[in-house]
């Protein structure tokens, strides 16, 4: 495509975009602005100069909100409209609804981001008001001036990906709680535990060996001191065997065991807090089970979509690590761009130029907040084992100017775990180190 007329590639890209909204927001369509709540919710059918035409307030859940569209159509129809296009802000659950509502009668629905609609507020009238009213008439303004975006389209698969994505964020959140309350408690009451191992939480030995401990004192750490060491480590290596394991990390057993005669500590607390930990290593255990059925579930979908190959040809992204990654994305190919997922990220780089002046290139932090998140655990293994990746930290921490700092690196090459990831799926081709450093020379044969 020439760019002979001065276009840029965001030119272009922008103009796509808005082409792609104006199918969607005909101007012969009236504009059904809806603010959704619990029980009322407020409806306004207005035109493309924001001309209020009808309103009314509905009593109902948003499921019942079929009769709603209905009358907005009688009333779009009977101004000489074509058709309606509906618009609402993506809050909760109940946007799902209206737009399969919406689908099921023909009717095109787009979202108005919540920001939007506070910014277009404070410039409404500068009184900040606050209404069911007020918000309905500037939903339909904002579409009007297509400050809108085209919902992720409803997928039964990529949908159920999205859910396990969900349940496995909240699992890990419990986890992280679960972890930072033993470690309060044995601070408390027993801190000579702690210091028995390096990474006390991530050794299986050390977890195994404080259930026993547990379950047998009922908070009297005397009981264990009887049974002696040798039978202590016996215990300990049974419980190792029914946890899966093969065999423990006796220097470990042998400093919990000498830790069993440490005073240090609140005693008085000692055995109600031991209960409590006992108590939080079972629910630990039985998340961490959850875990990996969870995880096991979100790789079943990815071999579903037929992903995971693609996916893990990435060298350091795991199928877990690029699932939980696409269950906050969804299907990819809904962004034109590699760099439009970025940006839903918040991962792009926000500039200040004007004139002369150069300000400082931060990130923009906007977009999903759990996309960054997916994105940034994913840097972790890939920054290692990928060599690609790996030369890129060295080059941005190392070079003489514009050095950026590590978490800064580490942010760039999230986003570059993005736009690989958009590029794999998108184009169907597996993911090739060469290619990654743009580098279009063919490959140097190798001689017999």
Avoid at 97 to 122: E, I, K
Avoid at 157 to 175: C, I, K, N, P, S
Avoid at 261 to 268: E, F, L, S, Y
Avoid at 344 to 364: N, Y
Wanted: hydrophobic share 40%; net charge positive; aromatic share 4%.
């Amino acid at each position: 495509m020439g760019n002979g007329n001065g276009l840029s590639r965001g030119d272009r890209n922008r103009n796509a975009r808005l082409a792609r909204l104006r199918a969607l927001v005909p101007v012969n369509n009236a504009i059904v602005g809806i603010d959704l709540a619990d029980r009322k919710q407020m409806v306004v059918v207005t035109d493309h100069d924001s001309k209020v035409l009808a309103r009314k307030i509905f009593r109902c859940r948003a499921w019942d909100l079929g009769v709603a569209l209905d009358w907005a159509g009688q009333r779009a129809t009977a101004a000489g409209f074509a058709g309606v296009t509906v618009a609402c802000e993506p809050t909760g659950h109940r946007w799902r609804v209206l737009g399969q509502l919406a689908a099921d009668r023909g009717m095109a629905f787009v979202c108005v981001q919540p920001s939007m609609t506070s910014w277009s507020r404070r410039a409404e009238d500068l009184t900040c008001d606050k209404t069911d009213e007020k918000d309905a008439v500037l939903i339909a303004r904002l579409t009007a001036q297509l400050r809108c975006y085209i919902p992720e389209p409803v997928d039964e698969t990529w949908g159920r990906l999205r859910h396990l994505g969900a349940r496995r964020e909240q699992l890990l959140v419990d986890m992280v709680s679960q972890i930072q309350q033993l470690r309060s408690l044995l601070e408390c009451v027993w801190p000579a535990a702690l210091d028995t191992a390096r990474q006390p939480f991530r050794s299986r030995t050390w977890v195994a060996a404080m259930s026993v401990i547990c379950d047998r004192d009922n908070g009297d750490l005397t009981r264990t001191r009887r049974l002696g060491s040798t039978r202590f480590e016996h215990a300990v290596r049974r419980e190792i065997t029914r946890r899966g394991g093969q065999k423990p990390s006796l220097r470990i057993t042998r400093n919990l065991f000498t830790a069993l005669g440490d005073p240090a500590g609140v005693i008085a607390h000692r055995r109600g807090a031991l209960e409590r930990v006992q108590l939080l290593l079972g629910d630990w255990a039985e998340n961490q089970r959850r875990l990996t059925d969870t995880e096991t579930r979100m790789i079943n979908v990815l071999n579903d979509l037929r992903l995971t190959d693609l996916v893990t040809s990435i060298t350091g992204l795991s199928g877990v690590g690029a699932a939980a990654i696409l269950a906050e994305t969804g299907d990819p190919t809904r962004f034109a761009t590699a760099r439009a997922l970025v940006k839903h990220a918040g991962l792009a780089p926000r500039e200040k130029l004007s004139g002369a002046f150069t300000g400082r290139t931060k990130l923009t932090g906007q977009g999903r907040p759990s996309l960054r998140l997916a994105a940034w655990r994913a840097v972790w293994g890939a920054q290692r084992a990928n060599p690609v990746y790996a030369a890129r930290y060295q080059h941005l921490t190392g070079r003489e100017t514009n050095k950026l700092t590590p978490t800064q690196t580490q942010a760039a090459i999230a986003a570059t775990i993005l736009r690989h990831l958009h590029a794999v799926i998108t184009t169907g081709q597996r993911w090739d180190p060469q290619t990654a450093t743009h580098d279009t020379r063919p490959p140097i044969p190798v001689a017999a």
